[in-house]
């Protein structure tokens, strides 16, 4: 690791783990088929400014994200790498900025190579890199607006101070409008107290404003756009999907405030042994400028999330470019004092989570089988097998070799990563990745003149897959309730009480395609209310009924 260049062993994993799966399993729902869909509308809309669901409003997000996807199925097509490829090349970006910043902050190769490897190696961030959706690219616009400010107060010429300053500007902005304002707090949230510190803060006055503009400059545009079209936008984004969300009792996701607190340690698995290990070092330097600087990045963020009522797993995912950079440093350290003790721990706590892994697994597949008898689904646990069996030998590598294949516990994410999805049992690809049932009879769905769906997820998978963003809703409306109160969105929705009369005209038109989610009580009555006949075809809990036309 030392003789060997670092950087291109990074680009051929990210690209053998990252990369090269992006095609190899449907879309999950609920996010993914609501991303592909949105960006795809804006591709054949011709609309950028305003996101529109299936047609419908959809103002829970700003438009930056969605542009990066639908940039992505522009250049390599409407498929799932498409889909996907966004969020791969923000994860990408944003381990080039790991490395960077380490090489700044330390200028040990070693060093750098360790908090790159690190960071593409946390579970959560691995986990995220091949998903469709907007928190990677989120990240990556935190991540470049703190590295940014490290090169602002860092810098050595006034060129290169302006120049951090105004990228800075530019990452909070893309920032704004990937997901919002959390874009712009978080940056001041670690600047002020650190300056303060240093006794910098007239650096702060006279350097901010640079920053203020260049973010004002690029925003402009198209907030003033999306108020042109859409006047009641900014009132909703504002009170709905922040305040609201932040501080309402009945805020989505609520959980308690602790809830950060494990999900941290899930998040930088393989490596969450080193955890007290970084803590307590990153407490005792805590004086040095570099390690305040990345503790208030790491802490301040996470103390913040924790204040908010609803909360979910992945805002946590600006912390984590810190945390790896302080691991990193602590684990080259240990490395170069001779101290195995922590990495062998780190190593046997993994060894022994991959065979309790692989034991449960056997014990259900003997007693209550997860996977069936046929050929595609023993090729499925054949994947899941190879993950637990080069996870465990990696992270025994590391137990036994500490010294020296420190670095194998990131070969085992890699693998889990890129093969897991692939090997999920047909009890949960059936379920959850709806679009590859769709695909299976895309040809007679093509022939249809209508469509309904009582899911969004599953009705966002048929969008997607037939380009048709016009499917009505039958007994659902989830995260389209505000959109559908619109005027011209309202006969979208479909009860128990009409779909019967609806479906009867629409006949009248053209065949029908109704794909039904049906697991629950509710479902199997919305399900008693269809008219018989049709060809009828179910996988899962998934059921498509296509109607022929009737006069």
Same mark, same amino acid.
């Given at each position: 690791?030392t ?10 994993g990210?690209a053998?783990?990252?990369l090269?799966p992006l ?5 999950w729902t ?5 991303y592909?869909?949105?960006?795809q509308?804006?591709?054949m809309s011709?609309?950028?400014?305003a996101?529109?669901f299936?047609?419908v409003?959809?103002f829970?997000k ?13 250049v390599f097509?409407e ?6 490829i966004?969020?791969? &090349?923000?994860?990408g970006?944003?381990?080039? &900025? ?7 902050l ?17 579970? &959560? ?7 469709s959706?907007?928190?990677?690219q989120?990240t990556?616009?935190?991540n470049?607006?703190l590295?940014?400010?490290w090169f602002?107060?860092d ?6 101070r302006?120049?951090?300053w ?9 920032g704004?409008?990937?997901?919002? /304002?959390?874009?712009?707090l978080?940056p ?6 650190? &300056? ?13 404003p640079?920053?203020?503009l260049? *973010?004002? @400059? ?6 003033? *756009?999306i ?7 900014w009132h909703f /984004?504002?009170?709905?999907e922040? !305040?609201?969300?932040f501080?309402?009792d009945?805020a ?6 602790? #809830?950060?607190l494990p999900?941290?340690v899930v998040a930088c698995?393989p ?5 007290p290990t ?6 005792q ?7 305040? #600087?990345?503790a ?8 913040f999330?924790?204040? %908010?009522?609803?909360k @979910?797993?992945t805002y ?12 990193g440093h602590?684990?080259?350290?240990l490395?170069?004092?001779g101290?195995?003790?922590t !990495?062998v ?5 993994? #060894? ?7 034991v ?5 597949? !003997?007693t209550d ?10 090729f499925?646990?054949?994947l899941?097998?190879i993950?637990l069996?080069?996870? !465990?030998?990696?992270?025994? @590598?590391?137990?036994?070799?500490p ?6 516990p990131?070969?085992g994410?890699g693998?889990l990563?890129?093969l897991l ?7 949960i690809?059936d ?5 590859q /049932?769709v695909l299976?009879h895309?040809?007679?769905?093509q022939?249809t003149?209508? @469509?309904?769906?009582n899911?969004?997820?599953?009705? %966002?998978a048929l969008s ?5 963003p016009?499917? *009505?809703?039958?007994s ?5 309730r505000?959109?559908l ?8 929705k ?5 779909v019967? *009369? ?14 039904m989610?049906?697991?629950s ?12 006949g049709?060809?009828?075809?179910r996988k ?12």
């Amino acid at each position: 690791m030392t003789r060997l260049n670092p950087l291109p062993w990074l680009l051929l994993g990210f690209a053998v783990f990252f990369l090269l799966p992006l095609g190899l399993h449907g879309l999950w729902t609920p996010d993914e088929t609501r991303y592909a869909q949105v960006s795809q509308e804006m591709l054949m809309s011709g609309n950028w400014v305003a996101p529109h669901f299936m047609g419908v409003r959809y103002f829970e997000k700003p438009a930056a994200g969605y542009w990066l996807i639908a940039l992505g199925q522009a250049v390599f097509g409407e498929n799932l790498f498409g889909v996907r490829i966004a969020s791969v &090349l923000s994860t990408g970006v944003s381990v080039l &900025l790991a490395y960077l910043l380490a090489r700044r902050l330390w200028n040990d190769p070693r060093k750098s190579f360790a908090c790159a490897l690190l960071y593409m190696s946390f579970g &959560l961030v691995a986990g995220q890199a091949g998903y469709s959706n907007l928190d990677p690219q989120f990240t990556l616009w935190v991540n470049l607006s703190l590295v940014a400010l490290w090169f602002a107060l860092d810098s050595r010429t006034p060129r290169e101070r302006l120049g951090a300053w105004a990228v800075l500007g530019l990452a909070c902005a893309m920032g704004f409008m990937t997901k919002g /304002f959390l874009a712009w707090l978080l940056p001041v949230l670690i600047a002020v107290p650190y &300056l303060l510190w240093q006794r910098r803060v007239g650096e702060l006055m006279r350097y901010g404003p640079l920053a203020v503009l260049v *973010a004002v @400059l690029v925003c402009l545009p198209w907030a003033l *756009a999306i108020h042109l079209r859409e006047p009641d936008y900014w009132h909703f /984004f504002f009170w709905h999907e922040h !305040i609201r969300r932040f501080a309402a009792d009945n805020a989505q996701h609520a959980r308690p405030m602790w #809830f950060f607190l494990p999900i941290m340690v899930v998040a930088c698995l393989p490596w969450a042994a080193l955890l007290p290990t970084t803590l307590r070092k990153t407490w005792q330097e805590k004086r040095q400028p570099t390690i305040a #600087f990345l503790a208030l990045w790491l802490l301040l963020p996470l103390g913040f999330f924790s204040l %908010s009522k609803g909360k @979910l797993p992945t805002y946590i995912m600006p912390c984590l470019l810190p945390l790896a950079l302080l691991m990193g440093h602590g684990l080259i350290d240990l490395i170069k004092q001779g101290k195995a003790r922590t !990495i062998v721990i780190n190593g046997a706590v993994n #060894f022994t989570l991959g065979m309790v892994a692989m034991v449960v697994l056997i014990y259900l597949q !003997i007693t209550d089988p997860l996977y069936g008898n046929s050929h595609a689904e023993m090729f499925s646990l054949s994947l899941v097998f190879i993950v637990l069996l080069g996870w !465990i030998l990696a992270n025994l @590598l590391q137990a036994v070799r500490p010294m020296t294949l420190w670095a194998m516990p990131a070969l085992g994410i890699g693998l889990l990563v890129a093969l897991l999805p692939a090997g999920m049992p047909a009890l949960i690809a059936d379920n959850e990745m709806p679009d590859q /049932f769709v695909l299976e009879h895309l040809e007679e769905l093509q022939q249809t003149q209508a @469509l309904l769906s009582n899911e969004l997820g599953a009705a %966002s998978a048929l969008s997607w897959r037939l380009r048709r963003p016009q499917v *009505a809703f039958y007994s659902t409306v989830g995260e389209l309730r505000y959109g559908l109160h619109y005027q011209d969105s309202a006969h979208r929705k479909i009860t128990l009480d009409n779909v019967q *009369a609806w479906l009867a005209e629409a006949r009248q038109q053209g065949s029908v395609g109704v794909l039904m989610r049906v697991r629950s009580t509710s479902e199997h009555r919305e399900e008693g209310q269809l008219p018989p006949g049709g060809k009828r075809y179910r996988k899962g809990n998934l059921v498509l009924t296509i109607y022929p036309r009737q006069p």
